[in-house]
Nanobody, 131 residues
Framework: QVQLVESGGGLVEPGGSLTLSCAAS????????IGWFRQAPGKEREAVIV????????YYSDSATGRFTISRGDAGNMVYLHMKDLKPEDTAVYYC????????????????????????WGKGTLVTVSS
């Protein structure tokens, strides 16, 4: 059973940086996506950055491109979201998520579809960008 625990959220000023951590356990050797999603107040949950485990391809949302990066550590059991140049509109609950989904899924259907297809979610960590 895959379990995900996020940490690292908090209050940061506009233009600041923050790194979120996701501790993952029970990850299988099969094809899967793992990454970060977020949900702002009154908005739908959206993908931020995800990694396809088998081929290592990384998919970025438009909002993340150029400001956010993802990395993995501890033999893949840690997933980090590195955020810089944060803006008030980045305020959201950030979730780590896992989905045992075939390798070509995002190429075929996009990140929006992947968000709906992901099956396992952490409890989330709140990031507030405000002065």
């Amino acid at each position: 059973q895959v379990q995900l625990v996020e940490s690292g959220g908090g209050l940061v000023e506009p233009g600041g940086s923050l790194t979120l951590s996701c501790a993952a356990s029970g990850l299988p050797p099969d094809s899967y996506y793992i990454g970060w999603f977020r949900q702002a107040p009154g908005k739908e949950r959206e993908a931020v950055i995800v990694i396809q485990h088998n081929d290592g391809k990384t998919y970025y949302s438009d909002s993340a491109t150029g400001r956010f990066t993802i990395s993995r550590g501890d033999a893949g059991n840690m997933v980090y979201l590195h955020m810089k140049d944060l803006k008030p509109e980045d305020t959201a609950v950030y979730y780590c998520s896992f989905g045992a989904i075939r390798m070509e899924y995002v190429d075929d259907y996009g990140l929006g579809a992947l968000t709906k297809a992901m099956k396992i979610w952490g409890k989330g960590t709140l990031v507030t960008v405000s002065s």
